[in-house]
């Protein structure tokens, strides 16, 4: 199979429901495993996400002109959770998705890459993100992808154990390319 082209760009009032569709796909995954109140709290908070207003950025990778991917983009833990006593005043990136008809063909890996070329560009030095051990795949990516977990920015959700994880820009491998 040849490389797939794969398009990053800023997200347009037009790819909302796409936005919606790839999230849903993405993390519908999950609901099997998640006792049914949480998934549906899950959801909700995903497509309420959707139209936040203070989200950065939003990002979407397209394959053969269809949105197959997002990432959303935050200012700080206050904007991105509502919770300023994590204190990150950093670029924080939220609800990365890909449909699962699209992995396998480093979708995830460019919307990280452009979230991180964003982050620079609007002079930070680090990008965070928040995971957990459920989405196990998704920790693997990271840790290959060259971010470092940062214990000190972790949180609780529940009994959840929700990692923190931080990429220093000027050294990763990941902007070298």
């Known amino acids: ?6 398009n990053i760009r800023h997200s347009e009032q037009g790819d909302l429901s796409s936005i919606e569709e790839v999230l849903l796909d993405a993390y519908g995954q ?8 949480y998934w549906e709290q899950y959801k909700s908070n995903i497509l309420a996400a959707v139209n936040s207003d203070t989200t950065k950025a939003r990002l979407v990778a397209e394959l053969d ?9 935050f200012d700080s833990s206050e904007l991105a959770y509502g919770n300023p006593e994590l204190d990150i005043q950093s670029p924080i990136i939220r609800l990365l998705a890909v449909s699962r008809k699209a992995r396998g063909h480093g979708v995830a890996t460019e919307l990280i890459r452009s979230s991180a070329r964003l982050a620079l560009e609007w002079g930070s030095e680090t990008l965070h993100l928040h995971t957990s051990d459920m989405m196990d795949s998704a ?5 290959r992808l060259g971010f470092e977990r ?19 820009l000027k050294e990763t491998a990941l902007l070298q390319a």
């Open 150 to 168: 940062a214990f000190d920015k972790d949180l609780m959700n529940g009994e959840t154990l929700v990692k923190s994880y931080r990429l220093k």
């Open 65 to 73: 002109g269809s949105v197959v991917g997002s990432v959303f983009l």
């Open 1 to 6: 199979m040849g490389q797939l082209s794969i």
């Open 139 to 143: 920790v693997r990516l990271y840790e």
């Open 30 to 37: 999950y609901e099997s495993v998640l006792p049914a109140a």
